[in-house]
């Protein structure tokens, strides 16, 4: 800091014109003696001369000092700086206007006699200090001085000290020192204003500095390909995505154009200068080697002084495609699933009202067959009429096993026999163009599943695989071995990620196109010509490895044959050890036994069709309720000729009703499950509570777990299939009668 030259404020000039000597006259010469009086008077006249002459001298002396002091006070008055006379005992004998208004702005501030009290305590010991330095030098100085003016108020200056001497009349001179104070509040906060500058300078460029390193670690960590490129398209930024993208390391990759990995994006860039930013969609991209990938680029314009940099930005298409491609074959097998399913729930739904009809039919045939004479001509048409009967209740028992979605009764079978049952089958049936090769592996572990419905899957795939050949020549191979199937497989199949037992049969057939393959499993779909399938073969199949937890997988194509895999799961050690998974999954506690199948019933009390049975002494009372009134009116007959007592109600409202009003007049209760408006479930459960120890019989086409489980736990004894043979409906009714007869 420089320091201001203060040698005009020193009064030794005012000092030195106020203490010139004064002229003395000059001594008169010694008169000779014996001059003459002209000579004294020439004399005195010289010595007046001289006197007037020093006189002027002196005026001049006293106007220039008079003039100095003037000078020196006007300069000590308006001088801009805060400037005092202060004495030895610190009281400050002259104190110019700026000194007062620095140190009493107010007339409430404190008076400017003396310097030291308006010191801060801090810097008292350096101020006394340099006032004892210009006591011996002349001269002092301290910096950086902060004095207290009020409360609020506090001036910082650097103050300059000069030790003076005032004469005095009489006596030696007085010892002052003039001071002079120089505000250094503005140099100050331009000096804190330049370092907090300096501060949010560096500041803001570790910002910078953090910020580039940011974005270096984006760049680095990006998922995306980032490449930054010059005005000639020259690669100056190579992320590391885009050394993995394209094969090429970042040292390499620097320097080289951009068409060596984009080529169609190096000539799409000359259109997109329109804008900062461009989305040129998806591209073909080249890798080191030269292999081809399917990227989406979008490029960003930065123009700057330097010229201008287009950053690249290039995403890896594989992956989504690849997904899309997983996300379409698994929509469609969800397209397909759905379409099953709704083809599944209109199967059972038509089942109850077709299961009605095929009953009524096939009843009727039975009451006319036992009408009909030996030997008629009528009795050859009943029996067409039975046989076709028959086989629709069959057709409908493909539907039901395609429709139903409760898991079957499964128990640990072996597939090798389930296998060799079938061989003997097909055998017997094959034509002799046709080879039938079986390899097994040995030692295969047992499968969780249910043999009947096994064979049935086997017996359609062979018979269709039969029919594919047709007559020409040809070969059909059945394998089965144990296999684990991949991840992709298990999310094709939708299959869990377990040990399974793969049934494969492939035929050396003409095979199937893309558009077959699609439509196989959909029901009554089928190639076939008219009369040679139902087209439910392979819906069959379809739902039976579904409801065995299990898969189907077709390989095929035109003059390649067919492929069709069936995996079954592994049975485990737990479920191996137990006849039926339900049973492993059943409670503990003593329940009643579940109901006896049709089959079961007709094996274990046989009924002979004619003559029929002699009347009892007291005849039965059966109640028997179902919404179709052709079944009803069939029922009646045909359990009237058997010697029981029939009431018939198609109106489960008017049967509660009747029961209500003679409870003791029944002796059976048999009901229909599903009826408009009302479930035979809440008949049965009325029934129990009107008498609790009547008989009660379930009839339903479309029995479920859930059908059973229902009936069972509202205290059903039996459940009867529609639509049922004769002697098997006549064989339940005599069981429970029989079972329940106090008699």
């Known amino acids: 800091m420089s320091e201001p030259d203060l040698s005009f404020l020193d009064p030794a000039g005012r000092q030195g014109a106020a203490a010139a000597p004064t002229p003395r006259p000059p001594a008169p010469h010694p008169r000779a003696p014996g001059a003459s009086a002209e000579g004294l008077v020439a004399e005195l006249r010289a010595y007046q001369a001289e006197l007037e002459s020093q006189n002027k001298v002196l005026r001049y002396s006293q106007a220039v000092a ?34 007062h208004r620095s140190f009493q702005p107010t007339e409430r501030d404190r008076p400017l006699t003396a310097l030291m009290p308006f010191v801060c305590p801090q810097d008292a010991a350096r101020v006394r200090e340099a006032f004892a330095h210009a006591q011996d030098l002349g001269h002092s100085e301290v910096k950086e001085v902060v004095f207290t003016i009020s409360e609020a108020t506090r001036i910082t200056g650097d103050l300059h000290i000069a030790h003076i001497d005032a004469p005095q009349t009489s006596g030696p001179p007085l010892s002052q020192f003039l001071c002079a104070v120089i505000d250094q509040g503005p140099l100050l906060a331009e000096r804190q204003a330049l370092q907090h500058s300096a501060e949010t300078l560096q ?29 000639h398209q020259r690669i100056t930024v190579f992320n590391p995505t885009a050394a993995a993208l394209f094969q090429c390391s970042a040292s390499d990759a620097l320097g080289s ?55 690249v930005f290039a995403r890896d298409l594989t992956g989504r495609k690849k997904a899309e491609a997983h996300r379409n074959e698994l929509e469609a097998q969800l397209r397909e699933s759905h379409k099953m399913q709704a083809v599944g729930t209109m199967a059972g739904g038509i089942a109850h009202d077709f299961n009605n009809i095929l009953g009524a039919i096939l009843g009727n045939v039975e009451l006319a067959k036992a009408d009909c004479a030996a030997g008629s001509p009528v009795l050859e048409s009943l029996l067409e009429i039975d ?67 096994v064979e049935q899957a086997l017996l359609n795939l062979c018979t269709n695989a039969v029919h594919a050949i047709g007559t020409e020549r040809g070969s059909i191979h059945v394998e089965a071995a144990t296999v684990q199937p991949d991840q992709r497989l298990t999310e094709r199949l939708g299959l869990a990620p377990i040990d399974y ?35 439910l073969g392979l819906a069959v199949v379809h739902g039976v490895m579904r409801t065995h937890e299990g898969g189907v997988d077709v390989q095929s194509a035109p003059g390649q044959g067919s492929r069709f895999t069936l995996y079954f799961p592994v049975a485990t050690g737990a479920t191996a050890s137990t006849p039926t998974s339900a049973a492993a999954d059943g ?12 089959t079961e019933v007709t094996a274990s009390a046989p009924v002979p069709a004619a003559p029929p049975s002699p009347t009892p002494s007291k005849k039965h009372h059966v109640m028997y309720v179902d919404d179709d009134q052709a079944l009803v009116f069939l029922v009646q007959r045909l359990l009237r000729r058997r010697g029981y007592e029939v009431s018939g109600y198609t109106d489960p409202h008017e049967a509660t009703a009747a029961l209500r009003t003679a409870p003791q007049a029944y002796d059976l209760l048999v009901t229909d499950y599903n009826m408009p408006g009302f479930c035979g479930v809440d008949l049965v459960r009325e029934a129990r509570l009107i008498r609790p120890d ?7 086409g479309y029995v479920t777990a859930e059908i059973e489980q229902a009936a069972l736990a509202e205290g059903a004894q039996a459940l009867i299939h529609k639509p049922n043979d004769v002697e098997e409906l006549c064989a339940t009714v005599q069981r429970l009668i029989v079972g329940h007869d106090p008699a």
């Open 203 to 231: 500041q803001r460029n570790e910002q910078i500095r953090a910020s580039e390193k940011r974005l270096e670690a984006v760049i680095n960590s990006a998922l995306d390909a980032i490449i930054c490129v010059d005005q």
């Open 387 to 453: 046989k076709a009967g028959r086989r629709a209740r069959d057709l409908v028992r493909q539907i039901l096993t395609f429709s139903r979605n409760e898991p079957p009764q499964r128990s640990a079978v072996s597939l090798a026999e389930v296998v060799h049952d079938t061989e003997r089958l097909l055998r017997v049936t094959l034509p002799p163009a046709i080879e039938l090769h079986m390899q097994l592996q040995a030692g295969l572990p047992p499968v969780l599943a249910d043999a009947t419905q």
């Open 587 to 598: 409670p503990t506690d003593p329940a009643p036994q579940a109901f006896p199948s049709a």
């Open 694 to 700: 009547l008989p009660v019989a379930l009839a339903s």
């Open 66 to 99: 008079e003039s100095a002091y003037e000078r020196f006070e006007t300069l000590f008055a308006s001088v801009p700086l805060a400037l005092m006379v202060v004495d030895d005992h610190d009281m400050v004998v002259q104190a110019n206007s700026m000194a």
């Open 257 to 311: 154009t951009l068409d060596r990995f984009l080529p169609d994006a190096a000539q799409a860039l000359a259109f997109a200068q329109l804008t900062t930013q461009a989305l040129l969609g998806e591209m073909t991209a080249l890798t080191a080697s030269g292999k081809e990938l399917a990227v989406e680029v979008s490029v960003s314009f930065e123009r700057h002084a330097d010229g201008e940099t287009t950053t």
């Open 501 to 535: 037992v793969a049934l494969t049969v492939r035929d050396t057939g003409p095979g199937m196109d893309a558009a077959t393959l699609e439509r196989i499993f959909e029901p009554f779909f089928t190639t076939k010509p008219v009369g040679q399938g139902t087209g």
